[in-house]
C-alpha cells in the first residue's frame, strides 16, 4: 500500500511570511500532483510534476519533485489571505499508469491579514 | 473542474436507505473516478470506470456499494442501507479519453451524504 505523508498537518502564518509544506512517501511515484481545496468544494489541480528533480514555478508558488521520485515540496513566498485552503499531494501509481491516485491528509493553510 | 457536475450536492438519509449519487464528466471526458473524504482526512481512492466498463474496484467496499457508467447518462455511486460511517463527501472525477500517465483529474464539487 502507497502511503504519502504530508507535513505539517496545520499551517498559521501572517500574510507575507513563507512558508513550505512537505509530501513524503517510501514509494516511488510516475507523477506527483499538488491541489487545494477550500471548505464545500473540490480539489483544484494546481501543478503536475513527473521528472524527478522537475521544479515548477506558478507565480509565488514553486513546487519540487524530488530526485527518486518519492517526495515533493510546496513553497509559497509572500503568503497572501486568498492561499488559504486546504493542500492535497496525490501520486499517480506506476504500475496503473495513473488510474488511481493515493492522497496525502494534506496540509490546512491559513494566512491571517 | 467546474465541468464535472456531481448531484446531489448535499444528501441527507436514515440508516438503512438507499444513496444514490450521480456524476456527469467533462465534456469529451469518458473515464470517471470516485473518492471519498471522511471528516478531517484525505480522499481515498473508490472506483475507477469507463463507459459501461468497471476498470478498478480495488477501494469500493465489498458490500452495499456499487458504481456504474452506462452507455448513456451519468455515472452513478450506489449505497444500499446506509450506515452512519458512510457520512463522508464523494468526489468524482473525470479524465480525457486517453489519460495520460501524469493522471491528472479533474473534481467535481463533491456530494455530502450526511447519514442519520
Known amino acids: 500500500t502507497q502511503l504519502l505523508e504530508q507535513s505539517p498537518q496545520f499551517l498559521s502564518i501572517q500574510e507575507g511570511e513563507n512558508l513550505t509544506v512537505y509530501c513524503n512517501s517510501s514509494?516511488?511515484?510516475?507523477?506527483l500532483q499538488w491541489y487545494r481545496q477550500e471548505p464545500g468544494e473540490g480539489p483544484v489541480l494546481l501543478v503536475t510534476?513527473?521528472?524527478?528533480?522537475e521544479v515548477k514555478k506558478l507565480k509565488r508558488l514553486t513546487f519540487q519533485f524530488g530526485d527518486a521520485r518519492k517526495d515533493s515540496s510546496l513553497h509559497i513566498t509572500a503568503a497572501q489571505t486568498g492561499d488559504t485552503g486546504l493542500y492535497l499531494c496525490?501520486?499517480?501509481?506506476?504500475?496503473?499508469?495513473?488510474?488511481?491516485?493515493?492522497f496525502g491528509e494534506g496540509t490546512q493553510l491559513t494566512v491571517n491579514p | 473542474n467546474a465541468g464535472v457536475m456531481q448531484n446531489p450536492r448535499h444528501l441527507v438519509r436514515r440508516r438503512g436507505q438507499e444513496a444514490r449519487l450521480r456524476c456527469s464528466p467533462m465534456?469529451?471526458?469518458?473515464?470517471v473516478y470516485w473518492y471519498r473524504q471522511l471528516p478531517e482526512e484525505g480522499l481515498k481512492f473508490m472506483v475507477y470506470?469507463?463507459?459501461?466498463?468497471?476498470?478498478?474496484e480495488s477501494g469500493m467496499p465489498k458490500e452495499r456499494f456499487s458504481a456504474e457508467f452506462p452507455k448513456e447518462g451519468p455515472s452513478i455511486l450506489r449505497i444500499q442501507q446506509v450506515v452512519r460511517g458512510d457520512s463522508a463527501a464523494y468526489f468524482c472525477?473525470?479524465?480525457?479519453?486517453?489519460?495520460?500517465?501524469?493522471?491528472?483529474?479533474?473534481f467535481g464539487e463533491g456530494s455530502r451524504l450526511t447519514v442519520l
Open positions: 496525490a501520486g499517480a501509481d506506476q504500475e496503473t499508469s495513473g488510474s488511481r491516485l493515493t
Open positions: 465534456k469529451g471526458h469518458s473515464h
Open positions: 472525477a473525470s479524465s480525457p479519453s486517453v489519460p495520460a500517465n501524469t493522471g491528472e483529474l479533474f
Open positions: 514509494s516511488v511515484f510516475s507523477s
Open positions: 470506470l469507463q463507459k459501461e466498463n468497471i476498470i478498478d
Open positions: 510534476v513527473v521528472t524527478g528533480g
